[in-house]
């Protein structure tokens, strides 16, 4: 398997459905939206975007299977399948507020063999595949080297208010004032790759799920950057709580994000 080309051509099927997203922006009302569950949304753009994506891939490596966020076609769970996040930062979407983007990641049991996120609203394409580093636009990337002290961190807030409010709310307390800034994407999948291409230093949220982070861990990985859960664990099957790093700055961050988080397990 040429994991090169089948990358570069994921990326056209990425850019392709993303740019369906850009039109639907442009002609999309609220009213459209549905509610999965409390403040988690959904429309018809999630749903269309990831049936056109399903159509490419299915015919560009017809032996995979599926395992996507919106359930569009059968999901699989062994073997050879795409895992698919067709509008990540849906509740950006609906307010037209940046960043969201396609997210497509092969995975062959739990190895994660190629990796493409395409981020909409700035027309850019992050893509990785094994053993062959992470690119945005066709150039190489790598995480940065700031120390914690000089850290741009980026944090979320999930959907699971009240289990996880205590964790946020003490890594807040205890990094405000202590690294050089805190922001919130809205968007796991662009986040991973904004700590892959350097953006932030590191980056962590729980309660996601495969197709929100597939994609991204191999990008920050094949940029020389490191991705555990919050126990330190690398194995991300089955996982909901990421943290993504420059690898300077992993161990420290995850102290903070394991502290006080015993109601995420």
Known sequence: ???????????????DTGIYLSSERKLFKKENVLEKRDHDYVSYVDREAEKMTVKALSALLPEAGFIT??????????GLNWVIDPLDGTTNFIQDFPPYCVSIALREGEDILLGVVYEVCRNECFYAWKGGGAYLNEHLIHVSDNPMEKAFIGLELPYETEKYKPVILNA????????????ICGSAATALCYVAAGRYDAWGEAYLKIWDYAAGVIIV??????????????????THHIIASNEIIHEEFRTVLLDNNSTIY
């Open 1 to 15: 398997m040429d994991l090169k080309q089948i990358t570069l051509q994921v990326c056209r099927i990425a850019t």
């Open 69 to 78: 966020e919106e359930g569009t076609i059968e999901q699989s769970n062994t």
């Open 172 to 183: 807040f307390n205890q990094l405000y004032g202590k690294v050089s800034s805190i922001r």
């Open 221 to 238: 990985r094949e940029a020389g950057g490191k991705v555990t859960d919050f126990t330190g664990g690398e194995k991300m099957a089955g």
